[in-house]
């Protein structure tokens, strides 16, 4: 996967449960591009219609927490958000990421990213530049197979990839 180049970061507190992420009231479809028109509409109304694709999420602890649904993944990709970056994840909301194919990354300088932040982010080597305030945080390197997750789009690509198959039914 390619570098992550000039993003621009939006911030979000602590505990941003998957609620708040992709409300359950549109968890009636799993059409992407409808779960991407409401993302972050509890959070902050507008986000959506401010965003630009390739832009960060940026959040404090636990983020993803409360429900294991996908959706909330989904929903971030989709709205053109490149990546993820938090003090911490919830278990079950880091996996989903991976598989549904959206990098996200945990450093713990995340509360020092103020809004606006222009970012770069080299997945491989494990750096993300804020040249903004001219400076760089270090992440622990992605696992190999979960890089190949990323640059494959999500499990799904991943596996028929893998089975030689793009047709194949999972």
Known sequence: MQAIKNAKAWKFGD???TDL?????????????ILAS??????????????????????GE???????????????????????IAKSYA????RNAFNTGLPILEIKEADSIKEGDVLEIDLKGGVIKNHTQNCDY?????????LELLESGGLIPYAKNKLGNSNAML
């Open 15 to 17: 505990n941003i449960d």
């Open 21 to 33: 992420i992709i409300a359950a009231r549109y968890l009636n479809t799993t059409d992407s591009a």
């Open 38 to 59: 409401h993302l972050m509409e509890d959070a902050r109304n507008g986000f959506v219609d401010s965003i630009t694709k390739g832009d960060i999420i940026v959040a």
């Open 62 to 84: 636990n983020f993803g927490c409360g429900s294991s649904r996908e959706h909330a993944p989904v929903a971030i990709k989709a709205a053109g958000i490149s990546a993820v």
């Open 91 to 94: 278990r079950i909301f880091y």
């Open 138 to 146: 270090v992440f622990n390197a992605i696992p190999p197979f979960m």
